[in-house]
């Protein structure tokens, strides 16, 4: 089993920058894969990054790219979503998730997820 849980969203305006935090328990940290998702009202739960287990690899969403980065901390079982330049459409609830997977994109493949957290983005 896995625990996770999100926090540092909130209200910012277009062009700043928030930082996402997931905090894990139980299971080894260092072992499973880790990705973040995003919610906007009336859509599906989107893929935004991931990042494997000792750092092997990260993917991202492309509206994304060059924007946010995906990093984790196997020392403090934590992983991170630095978000820069935020724009309007970036306005979702953010969701951490933990799985065995490198680089996977779709909700199925994590089996762990976090409450979520709300980031929104004022024009």
């Known amino acids: 089993q896995v625990q996770l849980v999100e926090s540092g969203g909130g209200l910012v305006q277009a062009g700043g920058s928030l930082r996402l935090s997931c905090a894990a328990s139980?299971?080894?940290?260092?072992?499973?894969?880790m990705g973040w998702f995003r919610q906007a009202p009336g859509k599906d739960r989107e893929f935004v990054a991931c990042?494997?287990?000792?750092?092997?690899?990260?993917y991202y969403l492309d509206s994304v790219k060059g924007r946010f980065t995906i990093s984790r901390d196997d020392a403090k079982n934590t992983v991170y979503l630095q978000m820069d330049n935020l724009k309007p459409e970036d306005t979702a609830v953010y969701y951490c998730?933990?799985?065995?997977?490198?680089?996977?994109?779709?909700?199925?493949?994590?089996?762990?997820w976090g409450q979520g957290t709300q980031v929104t983005v004022s024009s």
């Open positions: 998730a933990a799985g065995f997977t490198v680089g996977a994109f779709q909700p199925y493949a994590y089996d762990y």
């Open positions: 139980g299971r080894t940290f260092s072992s499973v894969a």
């Open positions: 990042i494997g287990w000792r750092e092997t690899g990260t």
